[in-house]
């Protein structure tokens, strides 16, 4: 007996795409798919001439793709190698951009790169971001003041998610009032510590799977940037921390130590208000990350990121240790076991 092949899922935002594709040239070749990323966000690629071009697809209902215009357009004029935004239309969510390549930092790590190699690559990336904004012209000044804030009311609800999220998923039930209350009053005693340290612009995603290895990528200048579009202004540690202490791979103690080593010799903030962010910033974007997979898997229905979480609760343990997240500390061992377990009632 014959069976008839299944019929083709429907994609119209696919075909809506390749429709805008063609009013900007007809010879664009129909989208091929990349892949998609934590958000909404899908990518494809498109040939014309003989030269690949990368295309976002962000449904408006869901994403908004202004931020990430007006980040490009900063990182360039800094003189960083962001993609080139070759063509935009907001309304329907679509953005076609320069084809950096495939290969990722991740990929280079796979096919044999020194480790230590491609994280100095990396951190000199980010030396070279913060001087240059320190230094920025005036003319990025009015994309630049729009870029929103990283204060303590944001960390504070990024940090909630654990208790939004992760807290229902191993108990069954939402976090009761006092509890989430006890959780905000320990937050906000470590974040109203953090020493004052000259602000910055913070990528927020800065590890090796949105970081691309340029053609003839010998220092920072060979480094593509992508996934930038929650960029906020804020603490000069935290991308390093966002590098170092990455939530989907394991970084060589000894390469994150010289990596750490090295920004502080080169940078120009203290040792010990540097390390202050580093730490509480360490943990704060593990707590949300925490949340953030767990949103993942069952709101999005998007379950592969689960299994990063005991990783996560091994970067949790070991930064509970320091003496400025005491407070933080205390609530975890009241309520979760070293392994992200509840504690028994």
Known sequence: MSHAAPAAVA???RAALDRWLRSIHPGFTP?????????????????RDTTSHVVMDAPPEHEDVGPFLRVAAILRALGLRAPEVLAADPEQGFVLLEDLGDRTFTRALAQGMPEEDLYRIAAGTLRRLQARWAERPDAIAPEADRIPVYDHSRLLDEARLLVDWYWPEVHGTPAPETVRDGFDQAWREVLHRLPELPATLVLRDFHVDNLMLLPGAGDAEGCGLLDFQDAVIGSPAYDLVSLLEDAR???SPAVAQAILEDTLAAGPWSAGPFLHHYRVLGVQRTVKVIGIFTRLARRDLKPAYQVHQPRLWRLLEGGLQAAELEPVAGWFRRHFRADGRPCAR
């Open 11 to 13: 994609d119209p935002r």
């Open 31 to 47: 989208a091929c798919p990349l892949g998609s990323d934590a958000s909404f966000r899908r990518y494809f690629r498109s040939i």
């Open 249 to 251: 791979r394991d970084v």
